[in-house]
């Protein structure tokens, strides 16, 4: 691990994105509230939150960070499903690994609940989008 214990505690947020392609039929059980597992909105968004806590068990070499706030939101579009997270701290490093880990696991959980429905889904573009505080300031695409 990299040592940050030199490094000052900073007010940090980042945010990642990704989307979920699937058929239409998917998306219009979706939209119904006909997945056969139930509300898979629901349970894709807890899962991408209770995975922000256990990123450093997941991703090797990542530091354990106290998380203040985060922010999961899926949106059914003609496509499939459009993920966000935004992860929020005032720790010594910065926070995008967290909200990766919600964006990919959100999108594992939705792929998951709708399987039955459509065994074809795919998870693309998984991304940070933003991120401010820390030393190297804030960023955005």
Same mark, same amino acid.
């Given at each position: 691990m990299v040592d940050v214990s030199a490094k000052a505690v900073t007010a940090r947020e980042a945010s990642a994105a990704g989307q979920v392609l699937l058929h239409?039929?998917?998306v219009a059980a979706l +939209?119904?509230?006909?997945?056969? %597992?139930? &509300?898979? @909105?629901?349970?894709?968004? @807890?899962?991408? #939150?209770?995975?922000? %806590? +256990?990123?450093?068990? @997941? #991703?090797?070499l990542a530091h354990p960070i106290a998380v203040h706030a985060v922010e999961v939101d899926l949106e059914v579009v003609d496509t499939g499903v459009r #993920? $966000?997270?935004?992860? +929020? $701290?005032? &720790? +010594?490093?910065?926070?995008?690994m967290e909200a990766l880990t919600a964006v990919s696991v959100a999108a594992l959980a939705l792929v998951d609940m709708v399987k039955a429905v459509d065994k074809h889904a795919r998870i693309t573009d998984v991304r940070v989008t933003a991120k401010s505080g820390g030393r190297s300031g804030d960023w955005h695409e």
């Open positions: 239409a039929e998917a +939209r119904g509230g006909n997945v056969p %597992k139930g &509300d898979a @909105l629901g349970v894709a968004r @807890l899962a991408g #939150i209770q995975a922000v %806590k +256990r990123t450093p068990e @997941l #991703i090797p #993920i $966000t997270a935004t992860v +929020r $701290t005032a &720790d +010594r490093t910065g926070i995008e």
